[in-house]
C-alpha cells in the first residue's frame, strides 16, 4: 500500500503547526473573496454542496446555498465549520456516506495532492461520480507540477503530482466532461506569505492576464455525465 498521511492526530499535528490562528484568520477573509468572485455565481440558492478535503472550512462556510457538506480526516475540522455544515469524517477513496445523485456541487481545493496514488483518486471520482446530480459539477484546484516543480515538495503530506491536463484525463476516464482547464489560477500557497489586501486579490481575480505571471495552481471544472 502506499505510503499517505491517514492518520487523523497525525493530519491534526501538521495542520496545527501549518495554520496559526492569524494564517488562519487571513485564509477565511481570503476565501470569503474567492467564493464571491469565482465560486459563488455557479452555486444555486437551494444547491447541496460537498467540500472535499474541507481543511478549516474555508470555502464551504462563505458558501451559501440549500445544504453543506463537508468532508475530511482531521477531526479538528469541526470547531471551524459553521454548525449548519454537516461533516463527514471520513477516507474520500471509500464509499461517501451520501445517496446517489444528492449533490449539486464537490469542490476541492488543494485536496487531491494529500491522495497517496492514483487509484485513490479514481476511487474519489467514481464517489463523486455516483453522488453528483447528472449535470452536477465537480471544481478542483490544486497545485500544478508544471510550474511548482521542487516547491511541490516542501510539504510532507504531498504525494500524487497532477496537472490540468493529467486530472481533465482522469475525470474523463470516470464519468465527467471537461468543462473547463485552466493551467495557471492562484499563486502556489499562503504558507509563508503576505496577507495582502482583499482590494488586492479581487484585483488580481479580475485580471487573467496576472494569472499567466503568478498562477501556480490549477482550476479545473467538469460535469457529471
Not at 159 to 179: D, H, P, Q
Given at each position: 500500500m502506499s505510503m499517505s498521511v491517514k492518520d487523523p492526530a497525525e493530519l491534526q499535528g501538521i495542520y496545527e503547526r501549518r495554520f496559526k490562528a492569524e494564517r488562519i484568520a487571513y485564509r477565511q477573509r481570503l476565501w470569503q473573496t474567492l467564493v464571491a468572485e469565482v465560486f459563488q455565481p455557479r452555486i444555486g440558492p437551494q444547491a447541496a454542496v460537498l467540500d472535499l478535503g474541507c481543511g478549516y472550512g474555508e470555502f464551504i462556510n462563505q458558501v451559501r446555498c440549500g445544504t453543506r457538506y463537508a468532508m475530511d480526516l482531521n477531526p479538528k475540522a469541526t470547531e471551524y465549520l459553521d454548525p449548519t455544515v454537516k461533516f463527514l469524517f471520513q477516507d474520500c477513496s471509500e464509499r461517501w456516506a451520501l445517496p446517489d445523485r444528492s449533490l449539486d456541487?464537490?469542490?476541492?481545493?488543494?485536496?487531491?495532492?494529500?491522495?497517496?496514488?492514483?487509484?485513490?483518486?479514481?476511487?474519489?471520482?467514481?464517489?463523486?461520480?455516483?453522488?453528483?446530480?447528472?449535470?452536477?459539477?465537480?471544481?478542483?484546484?490544486?497545485?500544478?507540477?508544471?510550474?511548482?516543480?521542487?516547491?511541490?515538495?516542501?510539504?510532507?503530506?504531498?504525494?500524487?503530482?497532477?496537472?490540468?491536463?493529467?486530472?481533465?484525463?482522469?475525470?474523463?476516464?470516470?464519468?465527467?466532461?471537461?468543462?473547463?482547464?485552466?493551467?495557471?489560477?492562484?499563486?502556489?500557497?499562503?504558507?509563508?506569505?503576505?496577507?495582502?489586501?482583499?482590494?488586492?486579490?479581487?484585483?488580481?481575480?479580475?485580471?487573467?492576464?496576472?494569472?499567466?505571471?503568478?498562477?501556480?495552481?490549477?482550476?479545473?471544472?467538469?460535469?457529471?455525465k
Open positions: 456541487v464537490v469542490f476541492t481545493s488543494n485536496f487531491f495532492e494529500h491522495l497517496p496514488d492514483k487509484l485513490a483518486l479514481k476511487l474519489t471520482l467514481l464517489e463523486a461520480a455516483r453522488c453528483l446530480k447528472p449535470g452536477g459539477e465537480l471544481i478542483a484546484i490544486g497545485p500544478n507540477i508544471k510550474y511548482v516543480q521542487g516547491a511541490y515538495w516542501d510539504f510532507w503530506d504531498h504525494f500524487l503530482c497532477l496537472t490540468e491536463a493529467s486530472l481533465g484525463e482522469a475525470l474523463e476516464n470516470n464519468g465527467f466532461v471537461l468543462r473547463r482547464a485552466i493551467p495557471r489560477f492562484l499563486p502556489y500557497t499562503t504558507i509563508d506569505q503576505p496577507a495582502y489586501p482583499m482590494a488586492f486579490v479581487r484585483l488580481y481575480l479580475r485580471l487573467p492576464l496576472l494569472w499567466r505571471f503568478f498562477g501556480k495552481q490549477f482550476l479545473v471544472i467538469a460535469a457529471r
